[in-house]
DNA sequence: AATATTTATGTAAACTGTTCCGAAATTCAT
DNA sequence: ATGAATTTCGGAACAGTTTACATAAATATT
């Protein structure tokens, strides 16, 4: 540990530490020849100023938290490398917490963080979540909060969200217009916003093309086999479907293990579509058409709204509730009647 | 923030704080009927201890940093999974800094964590990292540190890694017996030891089989495109191999790239293998022979050593370099004439 | 020249929890 | 009962930095 303080400094200076301080931080009430000598001894020195002292003393971190689900997840990953760029441009910290997926977890990891470590929180909430009261306390600390992805919406938290409905809507039209008649959608557990957002999307496409009542909402979790063992159910079923809908990356993966498994022919036998930032999609046998986020994007604009609420400025409406749009990319998963051929070399 | 201070529960209490200080701490020196009238109001209050003022009288901050080039690769965030959960249960919070292998990005880094906001440090060093002044000035800060997979051998400083020459060799072994005669390695660039270790298990391997003297290493970088043309122009040019081994799993997702739009067929025309934690190899077309790194061993092990020089315990000489073996998992992008058709469906 | 203003620096308190030291109060041993 | 030891708690210093206020000197104003 470097032991340099600033009493340190301001004793081989023969200074007062108000004058120390001051100078490092070019205060206009010190002349330049002490600035100058001041700063010439603390470069000397490597001087570093304590951060709890100066934390205690002005009451603010300059740290952040990012609680997330799970960080083996491109979208996560994705989330967090956007988070940690506009972070380290304002010269804050950046501390990860990961809930597993549990609620409990969650509300321990917001407990310990009401206590000032932190400035501000960034959270894509558990979908085992059902209640909201440790979020309701939370913001009642008066601590900056955001949600990004999954979120609560009937908190009034701002949210950073891509186009949920809208995106399902077109991937579900998009497996329709390939000539699917009977769809299955391979949900996430837990009633957040996301989670029925997506489904609502599907159903809407549903009805658009006259199917309604024909839904088949399956719901996976975080356990590979337990996940493959209902696809596989599924496709064994009289009501074996040939398109699916995959909510998460994860179930995608799933599906396209026991495709192999049983010898099913994708796209010919079943088309498969689902929400995923996995960049090697493209690659997989069949290549996987995706409805990419920008999870990217929705990092770092999580973390602009989040610093422009910590620094007290007022935030315009359009950045209460901010939805940015995915993109759908069409791969050889999907591909029917309807559709020509994509062109070999499809990026991302 | 909670605005509810040791002092003010004191005042409530007529204690001084000093009592409520020791009666939450459960201080032998405390009644327990104190200590329980203390901790009935601390918990009605919901009483949370200011971090910071704790902090700066400690000289403990209960966090420690991870420092990785990105986030966005499988194997760095099942290693940020495992020391997750090990700092958790520990009570520890967790830094998460990314330097984009950048080594200025890696120095700025380092710098700012040389006055005790964090109370370890766990780096991979950047693999643009060519001098290591940065490194050995910190350590002289006597912070803890700990390397992981890439490491600094130069320094005394302990690691933890996996057996990189003893897998590569393997996985250019099992190339040349599934019948390769050329195979080239895609090299990370950089001096480090995984770099090193990695090439030179490629190149003993290529030694024993009597092919010293035919090695091609193509050094590839961050830049997919740039990549993409390399690989490109080895697959088209005179001494085209037939074996690719990748050091890392972007350089093998860029070589599928380039095959597909070549219409180069893996494995019959190359055989491909790579150092990847990607769990969805399986679901490459065709299936993608890895070597998998035990990525959250690796995080978990580095953290628990972390921590013990953190709690000043003598470490074994066990755990000064810890090398925990990766394996090979052998799909179709590697079959050839001595290997038989792998099972249907083989997991990770 | 006398007062007002500005400039440059020092003094001391504040932030909040921890801990050293000492003082009662209680218990124990003799 | 007396002294010693133990238990329980308070007082105050302490960690390192920031900041409101004070002070002194220098400059400006009238």
Redesign the interface.
């Known amino acids: 540990?470097?032991n340099v303080t600033l009493k340190k400094l301001a004793e081989e200076l023969k200074m007062a530490p108000s004058t120390v301080s001051r100078a490092l931080r070019d205060s206009h009430e010190i002349s330049q020849e002490t600035k100058d000598r001041v700063k010439a001894l603390a470069a000397k020195l490597?001087f570093?100023?304590?951060?709890?002292?100066s934390?205690?003393r002005k009451?603010q971190?300059r740290?952040i938290a990012v609680i997330i689900p799970?960080?083996?997840?491109?979208f996560f990953?994705?989330v967090?490398?956007g988070v940690?760029?506009v972070a380290?441009q304002k010269g804050y910290?950046?501390?990860?917490?990961?809930t597993h997926e549990d609620q409990k977890r969650e509300m321990d990891i917001l407990h310990?963080l009401?206590?000032?470590?932190v400035e501000g929180v960034m959270i894509s909430v558990s979908n085992t979540t059902k209640s909201f009261e440790h979020l309701e306390a939370y913001r009642k600390?008066?601590?900056p909060l955001i949600f990004f992805d999954r979120v609560c919406e009937s908190m009034e938290v701002p949210c950073i969200t891509t186009d949920d409905t809208g995106a399902a809507f077109k991937a579900t039209e998009h497996l329709l217009k390939a000539g699917c008649k009977k769809i299955a959608f391979l949900s996430m557990a837990g009633n957040l916003s996301i989670s029925c957002g997506r489904k609502s999307g599907y159903i809407k496409a549903l009805t658009k093309f006259g199917l309604s009542g024909n839904e088949l909402v399956i719901e996976c979790g975080p356990d590979d086999e337990t996940n493959r063992q209902k696809i596989r159910e599924l496709l064994q079923s009289e009501q074996r479907p040939d398109g699916i809908f995959a909510a998460v990356e994860k179930f995608a993966?799933n599906t396209?293990?026991v495709c192999?498994?049983l010898e099913i022919k994708v796209p010919q036998q079943l088309k498969v579509i689902s929400f995923s930032n996995?960049?090697?999609a493209?690659?997989?046998?069949?290549?996987l058409s995706t409805i990419v986020q920008p999870a990217y994007d929705i990092g770092r604009e999580a973390a602009n709204i989040l610093f422009k609420i910590i620094d007290k400025k007022k935030l315009l409406n359009t950045e209460k509730k901010v939805v940015i749009p995915s993109h759908l990319v069409i791969r050889e998963s999907t591909i029917g009647k309807h559709y020509p051929k994509p062109s070999?070399?499809l990026k991302q």
Chains 1, 2 share one sequence.
């Open positions: 540990m470097n490597d570093q100023p304590n951060p709890h002292a934390s205690l009451n971190s740290t799970e960080i083996q997840n491109n990953s994705q967090m490398n940690e760029e380290r910290h950046v501390l990860i917490y990961l310990l009401r206590s000032g470590r600390e008066e601590i993966v396209y293990e192999k498994e996995l960049s090697a493209a690659l997989f046998n069949p290549p070999v070399f």
